[in-house]
C-alpha cells in the first residue's frame, strides 16, 4: 500500500538500522547492571491481564481466555506491568524492575509504537524523589553504554551526565504560559472556566467540550513541553491532583501529587508516582477516569479487582515508568523508534 514503509528485514535496512539495536542490547545490559548493583530483582510480569489499566486516554488491545471448559473470558495485552508489580510489592518485594514488552493501541509515530518496551522499577519504603536520582543514574550508565557524551533528538540535545533541572508544575506554567496553575484547583478539583481564561490569554486554543484536564494538557503540550530537556534533562514535578492518576497526594495539599515526568531533548522519557495506597480512592480515580473514556471514546475497561485488593496490603512504595526504546534513541541518535526495535510491527 502506499505509504507503507519497506520491510525491515531488506539487508540494506537493516544494515543501516544495526548500529543502533547493538547500542540498545549495550544499554540494557549496562541498566540490568546498575539495578542489580542497587540491590534491585528483575522481575517478568504477564502480559495478559483482567484490566490493561484505566487511563482515559490509553487504548489497549483486547483477545480472549479460552479454558478447558472452552468458556471464554475477555482479557488484554497489558499497557503496562504496573498492576502486576505492585502485586508483588504487596507480597514482599522491595525493590524491583521490569523490562516489559507492553501494547498500546491507536499509537504510531516517531515516538510511538503498538509494541514497545516499558522499563519500570519500584521501591517499597523510599520517597520518589530516590528515583529522581535513580533517573540521572540511568541515563548517564546509558550514554556510557552508547558511547557517548550526548542525547540528540530533532535537533535538541542534553548532557547525559548534567544533573537534571527540576521545576515545578505550578512553576512551568507560570514561566512559560503566565498561567497560575494553583489558583484553578480547588479541594483537589480543577476550575475549569478559570483555567480556559489562562489558555485563552496565552494563546492556547480550546473547545467548548473541552474538561479542565483537556485544557491542562493543551497547554502543557503547546507551551510548556517545548522548553523542557534542553541542554540538560527536566525533572517536572508536582503534577496538579486532577492529574495525579496513580500517584498520592502531597503531604498537607489539596492541589498537588508525588508525581514527576522526566523529559531530555522534548522528549518524555518517564513517569514516577509516590504510589497511592487508598483503595477507595483509587476506585474513585479508576471509575472517575472510566466515565470520561466512556465520554469521549465510547468504551470503558474493567476495574481489576485482585489489583486493588493487593493495594490495601501493598506497603508506602515510588515507582515509575521509562520508555526504554525512547531511551536508546536519544543515545544512539535515531530519528524514529522503528529504528532501535529489532522486529517493528509490521505497517498495513
Not at 2 to 13: D, E, I, K, T, Y
Not at 143 to 168: M, N, V, Y
Amino acid at each position: 500500500m502506499a505509504g507503507q514503509s519497506p520491510p525491515f528485514w531488506l539487508p540494506g535496512r537493516h544494515a543501516a538500522r544495526r548500529p543502533h539495536l547493538l547500542a540498545r542490547g549495550r544499554i540494557a545490559a549496562a541498566l540490568r547492571g546498575w539495578f542489580a548493583g542497587a540491590g534491585f530483582l528483575e522481575v517478568e510480569t504477564a502480559t495478559l491481564q483482567v484490566s490493561p489499566g484505566n487511563e482515559t486516554h490509553l487504548h489497549a488491545f483486547s483477545t480472549g481466555l479460552i479454558g478447558p471448559d472452552t468458556e471464554r473470558h475477555e482479557m488484554y495485552l497489558r499497557t503496562s506491568p504496573e498492576f502486576a508489580c505492585k502485586k508483588l510489592l504487596a507480597a514482599g518485594e522491595t525493590r524491583i524492575f521490569d523490562f516489559a514488552r507492553v501494547f498500546r493501541n491507536r499509537e504510531r509515530g516517531a515516538l510511538h509504537h503498538p509494541e514497545f518496551t516499558m522499563l519500570e522499577w519500584y521501591r517499597a519504603n523510599e520517597t520518589y524523589e530516590a528515583l529522581m536520582d535513580d533517573c540521572a543514574a540511568l541515563m548517564a550508565e546509558a550514554a556510557r553504554a552508547a558511547g557517548t557524551t550526548q542525547f540528540s533528538f530533532r535537533g535538541r540535545s542534553i548532557d547525559p551526565f548534567a544533573a537534571p533541572e527540576r521545576l515545578t508544575v505550578a512553576e512551568a506554567f507560570a514561566r512559560d504560559a503566565g498561567i497560575d496553575l494553583l489558583a484553578t484547583i480547588q479541594d483537589g478539583e480543577g476550575d475549569r472556566a478559570a483555567l480556559a481564561r489562562g489558555a485563552r490569554t496565552a494563546g492556547v486554543a480550546i473547545a467548548d467540550d473541552d474538561s479542565w484536564g483537556d485544557i491542562f494538557s493543551r497547554i502543557l503540550a503547546e507551551r510548556v513541553e517545548p522548553h523542557l530537556g534542553n541542554g540538560r534533562a527536566t525533572i517536572l514535578y508536582e503534577y496538579p491532583l486532577p492529574q495525579a492518576a496513580l500517584a498520592r497526594a502531597k503531604a498537607g495539599s489539596d492541589k498537588v501529587a508525588e508525581r514527576f515526568e522526566l523529559y531530555a531533548c522534548g522528549v518524555e522519557l518517564g513517569n514516577a508516582f509516590g504510589e497511592l495506597t487508598d483503595v477507595a480512592e483509587q476506585r474513585a480515580r479508576f471509575t472517575a477516569a472510566m466515565d470520561e473514556k466512556q465520554r469521549i471514546h465510547g468504551e470503558r475497561y474493567p476495574v481489576d479487582e485482585d489489583f486493588l485488593a493487593a493495594l490495601a496490603e501493598m506497603p508506602q512504595a515510588s515507582g515509575i515508568a521509562l520508555g526504554f526504546d525512547r531511551l536508546v534513541m536519544l543515545a544512539t541518535g535515531a530519528e524514529r523508534i522503528e529504528q532501535v526495535i529489532w522486529t517493528p510491527v509490521q505497517d498495513l
